[in-house]
C-alpha cells in the first residue's frame, strides 16, 4: 500500500519524506487555508515546494465547479510539475473534467467520494485514483473501512485501473484495516503515520536490552 501524507505543511511533508516511506501528498483548499496559503501565486508556488520535496504524485485540487472552469484550471495546474495530479470534485461537471484530463494523459483524484456509485462512475470516466473519505463516513455512523471494501470488489470485478485512494485517514486502525482490505493507497496525516511505529513493548523491550547491556558495560 502506498502512503500519501494529507497536508500542506512543509515541515510535515519534509519529516514523512525523511522516514523514507512516503509515497505522495494529497492537499486540499481546507489544508491549504491551514498552512495560510494564499492568492493564486502563492498557491501554485506551494505546489511546487511540495514537488521538491517529495517524488511522488501531489494532488492539487481544482477550485472552479463548472466543466470550463475546471478544465482551465486543472491544465494550468498540471504544467506545474510532471508529478501534480488534477484533484476534482465528484459532481457531474466534475466526471465530465476527469473524462476529459484522462483523455490528455493528465493524472486525476477523484475527491469527495462517499459512495459506491461514486467511486464507479469516476473509474468509468478514467479517473487515476478515487478518494473515498473514511473517517467522514465513520463520523455520520457510516463504515468507512466498509466502503473501501465495496469499491475494492467492484474494481476488481472489472480490473479498473483507478487506484483506491483511502482518504479523510484518522489514526492508525484506519491504516491497517485499509492495509487489510486491499486499498492501493492511504493519506493520512502525519500522527496516524508516526503512531504505526509505536508499540509499548518495544518501549520496555529496548529500555530492559539498554540496562541489561550496560549492567556489564556500562
Ligand atoms: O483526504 C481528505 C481529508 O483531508 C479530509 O480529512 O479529517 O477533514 O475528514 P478530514
Do not use: W
Given at each position: 500500500?502506498?502512503?500519501f501524507?494529507?497536508?500542506?505543511?512543509?515541515?510535515?511533508?519534509?519529516?514523512?519524506?525523511?522516514?523514507?516511506?512516503?509515497?505522495?501528498?494529497?492537499?486540499?483548499?481546507?489544508?491549504?487555508?491551514?498552512e495560510?496559503?494564499?492568492?493564486?501565486?502563492?498557491?501554485?508556488?506551494?505546489?511546487?515546494?511540495?514537488?521538491?520535496?517529495?517524488?511522488?504524485?501531489?494532488?492539487?485540487?481544482?477550485?472552479?465547479t463548472?466543466?470550463?472552469?475546471?478544465?482551465?484550471?486543472?491544465?494550468?495546474?498540471?504544467?506545474?510539475?510532471?508529478?501534480?495530479?488534477?484533484?476534482?470534485?465528484?459532481?457531474?461537471?466534475?466526471?465530465?473534467?476527469?473524462?476529459?484530463?484522462?483523455?490528455?494523459?493528465?493524472?486525476t483524484?477523484?475527491?469527495?467520494?462517499?459512495?459506491?456509485?461514486?467511486?464507479?462512475?469516476?473509474?468509468?470516466?478514467?479517473a487515476?485514483?478515487?478518494?473515498?473519505?473514511?473517517?467522514?463516513?465513520?463520523?455520520?455512523?457510516?463504515?468507512?473501512?466498509g466502503?473501501?471494501?465495496?469499491?475494492?470488489?467492484?474494481?476488481?470485478?472489472?480490473?479498473?485501473?483507478?487506484?483506491?485512494?483511502?482518504?479523510?485517514?484518522?489514526?492508525?486502525?484506519?491504516?491497517?484495516?485499509?492495509?487489510e482490505?486491499?486499498?492501493?493507497?492511504?493519506?493520512?496525516?502525519?500522527?496516524?503515520?508516526?503512531?504505526?511505529?509505536?508499540?509499548?513493548?518495544?518501549?520496555?523491550?529496548?529500555?530492559?536490552?539498554l540496562?541489561?547491556?550496560?549492567?556489564?558495560?556500562?
Amino acid at each position: 500500500m502506498k502512503f500519501f501524507i494529507d497536508t500542506a505543511n512543509l515541515d510535515q511533508i519534509k519529516e514523512a519524506e525523511d522516514l523514507g516511506i512516503l509515497d505522495g501528498v494529497t492537499t486540499n483548499p481546507s489544508l491549504m487555508a491551514k498552512e495560510g496559503i494564499s492568492g493564486a501565486n502563492n498557491i501554485l508556488q506551494h505546489y511546487v515546494n511540495i514537488c521538491k520535496i517529495v517524488d511522488g504524485p501531489v494532488s492539487a485540487e481544482v477550485i472552479a465547479t463548472d466543466f470550463d472552469g475546471m478544465v482551465k484550471e486543472g491544465d494550468n495546474l498540471a504544467e506545474l510539475h510532471p508529478n501534480i495530479v488534477v484533484k476534482v470534485p465528484m459532481t457531474k461537471d466534475g466526471i465530465k473534467a476527469i473524462k476529459y484530463f484522462s483523455t490528455k494523459g493528465i493524472k486525476t483524484n477523484c475527491t469527495l467520494i462517499f459512495s459506491a456509485g461514486q467511486a464507479l462512475i469516476a473509474a468509468k470516466a478514467g479517473a487515476t485514483y478515487v478518494s473515498p473519505f473514511i473517517g467522514r463516513l465513520d463520523d455520520i455512523s457510516v463504515s468507512g473501512v466498509g466502503l473501501i471494501e465495496q469499491i475494492r470488489l467492484i474494481f476488481d470485478n472489472y480490473m479498473f485501473d483507478t487506484e483506491i485512494l483511502a482518504a479523510s485517514v484518522r489514526h492508525p486502525m484506519h491504516i491497517i484495516e485499509c492495509a487489510e482490505i486491499g486499498a492501493d493507497v492511504m493519506t493520512g496525516p502525519l500522527s496516524a503515520i508516526l503512531a504505526l511505529i509505536n508499540h509499548p513493548l518495544t518501549d520496555s523491550g529496548l529500555a530492559k536490552f539498554l540496562a541489561d547491556y550496560n549492567k556489564l558495560n556500562g
